[in-house]
């Protein structure tokens, strides 16, 4: 986004007399838009969402980021077992992982507990807090000669602060990576003038949602991500 964008889209989230009542608050919220959207883009960021929903009587918030980076391996299955035994001896015995198999080949799936740091100036209490936000990082490689371009790896990033909710969590990634797909690429098309694939874009993409989030195809999504 610019900054006019990022002004834009808070504006149609936060009414405007709202923003106009603190416009220094507004412009910083309107920096801050723009930086994670600048951000977000230079990782390879294919979807950043969240959700807050009921869940057995309690709000229950969840972040899902979604994003593609270049990946040079050989073996999907042992890339994936790499990456497990590497991530969990950096990390420690505080993170467990394993390799589960999706339709489309091997991820590494990892769990664990971060500490999410709140600098006194935005923490409600006026002090610096710590907040532990329970995480699952998922690194799915893009299987080889899918899509006829340079070899990347797709990751999901599930945190919540709800560790009580960690089931309901891990049921929807489950649901994620079973849906996931990777177009093949069509030989019969002509190739002048065609354009080659950049890593940092892959065709898997996440199915189209309406703002109502239900699928355009009338469909509800399959979590509460879309």
């Not at 918030?61 to 990456?83: Q, R």
């Not at 500490?115 to 080889?144: R, W």
């Not at 797909?181 to 940092?200: I, K, N, R, V, W």
Request: aromatic fraction near 6%.
């Amino acid at each position: 986004m610019t900054v006019e964008e990022a002004r834009q889209e808070l504006i149609t989230r936060v009414s405007r007399e709202a923003l106009e009542a603190r416009p220094v608050a507004y412009e910083n919220l309107v920096a801050n838009l723009q930086k994670v959207s600048q951000a977000l883009e230079e990782s390879g960021t294919l979807y950043a969402g969240t959700c807050l929903r009921s869940y057995e009587g309690e709000l229950s918030l969840g972040t899902l980021l979604v994003t593609v980076t270049p990946f040079a391996f050989g073996d999907a299955a042992v890339a994936a077992d790499g990456m497990v035994r590497a991530l969990i001896a950096a990390r420690g015995d505080s993170w467990a992982g394993t390799v589960f198999d999706t339709p489309v080949g091997p991820a590494a799936v990892l769990t664990g507990v971060n500490g999410f740091h709140i600098p006194a100036e935005t923490s409600a209490s006026g002090e610096d807090l710590n907040l532990p936000m329970a995480e699952m990082q998922v690194y799915l490689p893009v299987p080889e000669g899918v899509e006829g371009q340079e070899q990347c790896l797709v990751s999901f990033n599930l945190t919540t602060p709800c560790e009580g909710h960690w089931d309901a969590y891990c049921s929807d990634i489950v649901a994620l990576l079973n849906s996931v797909t990777f177009d093949e690429p069509d030989h019969t098309m002509p190739q002048e003038g065609s354009q080659p694939a950049s890593p940092y874009s892959p065709l898997s993409t996440p199915a189209q949602t309406s703002p109502g989030g239900t699928h355009t195809d009338g469909k509800a999504p399959a979590t509460p991500f879309g």
